[in-house]
């Protein structure tokens, strides 16, 4: 497990911009789709995005699908933003589950 999370921090930081976009994409989108009302929390999209992207990653890794991902490498951005909107999706829900009223 340690070496799963070791190995989906490395690979954001390998991919330092296309990590940037990715969680602000999927950082905006899920939390637009959890809840319509949170208004211009951009820093939040973020924070949801970087973390829905690494735990996306992670049980990727965890699960051993990354090695039938990289068998199609022309992909990988679109891969990538569909494990990072999964990720944050789940993050962005916990967060509006504890979000006080």
Known sequence: MEQSAREALLYMQGNPVT?????????????????????????????????????????VLFVGLKEVIDQIPQFAFLFDLVIGFIGSFVVATIVNFFKPI
Do not use: E, H
């Not at 939390?31 to 208004?39: F, I, L, N, P, T």
């Not at 924070?47 to 735990?55: L, N, V, Y």
């Open 19 to 59: 990590s940037l976009l990715v969680a602000l994409v999927t950082g905006f989108a899920a939390c637009r789709s959890v809840a319509s009302d949170w208004k211009g929390f951009s820093l939040l999209f973020i924070f949801i995005g970087f973390a829905g992207f690494f735990f996306g990653q992670f049980m």
